[in-house]
C-alpha cells in the first residue's frame, strides 16, 4: 500500500533521526499491506500478535516496579535484585515465545535500528512509500516489536538493495523498547571496544 503523504523525503528523514539509531544485526519478517484494506491504528493494534503484545506490556511492568522501589530505602537493593532475577526469567520465556513468530519466508535481515525507524537488507527493491507490516526480532534482547513502518529511501549496493523505513504506526511502549535496547547495545559495543583496545595495548 502506497501513503498519500504531502511530506518531504528530507522530512521523513529527520523524522528517521530524530531518535539515537544504532548499528546491530536482527531478524526482521515483512509483509507489504494489502493496497486495498483501509488501516486505522485501531486495526493495527488489532491485528499485533499477542505475544508482542506480552513483550511490550512485561517490559513495561518491569520498568515501573524498579523504578518504585528503587525510590524506598533500607532492603530496597535486595529486592531489587530479586526482581531482575525474576525479571531475567520471564525475558527468556517471552524470547522464546517471540522466536515462534519468525516466519522465515518472510524474513529479512535488519542492520539498524532506533525509536525512529529501521534500515533493512533485501535482494528484491520495495517501492518508495510502500506501507510494510513488520515485526522486529531482537532476541539477544529477549525483545520483540510489532509496528507499520514505510520505505522513505532504497539504495542500490552491489546486490543488495538497503531500505530505510519509518515507523507509520508503533505503540510508544514498543517505540520506548527500541530507544532502551538501542542505548543499550551501544553500550555493549562501547565496552567490547574498549576490551579490545587494552588487549591491543597489553600485546
Do not use: W
Not at 500500500?1 to 528517521?16: D, F, P, R, V, W
Not at 530505602?73 to 522466536?99: E, M
Not at 529501521?118 to 517501492?127: D, N, T, V
Amino acid at each position: 500500500m502506497k501513503l498519500e503523504n504531502h511530506e518531504t523525503i528530507e522530512q521523513k528523514l529527520t523524522k528517521y533521526h530524530e531518535f539515537f539509531a544504532v548499528e546491530h544485526d536482527f531478524s526482521i519478517n515483512i509483509r507489504p499491506i494489502d493496497p486495498h484494506h483501509g488501516i486505522s491504528y485501531e486495526q493495527f493494534i488489532a491485528n499485533m500478535p499477542t505475544p508482542f503484545k506480552m513483550a511490550s506490556d512485561m517490559s513495561t511492568i518491569d520498568q515501573s516496579a524498579l523504578r518504585s522501589i528503587k525510590a524506598l530505602s533500607g532492603v530496597a537493593s535486595q529486592l531489587v535484585d530479586f526482581l531482575n532475577y525474576q525479571s531475567t526469567k520471564i525475558d527468556l520465556l517471552i524470547g522464546y515465545i517471540l522466536s515462534q513468530q519468525d516466519d522465515e519466508s518472510c524474513r529479512y535481515q535488519g542492520i539498524e535500528f532506533g525509536g525512529g525507524g529501521l534500515l533493512f537488507i533485501a535482494k528484491q527493491p520495495f517501492e518508495l512509500a510502500q506501507l510494510l507490516e513488520m515485526k522486529i526480532f531482537l532476541l539477544t534482547e529477549n525483545s520483540g516489536v510489532y509496528c507499520y513502518g514505510e520505505v522513505i529511501e532504497v539504495e542500490q549496493q552491489a546486490d543488495d538493495y538497503y531500505h530505510k523505513v519509518i515507523f507509520h504506526f508503533i505503540r510508544e511502549d514498543d517505540r520506548e523498547v527500541l530507544v532502551r535496547t538501542s542505548l543499550h547495545q551501544q553500550s555493549k559495543q562501547l565496552q567490547a571496544l574498549t576490551q579490545k583496545r587494552n588487549q591491543e595495548s597489553k600485546e
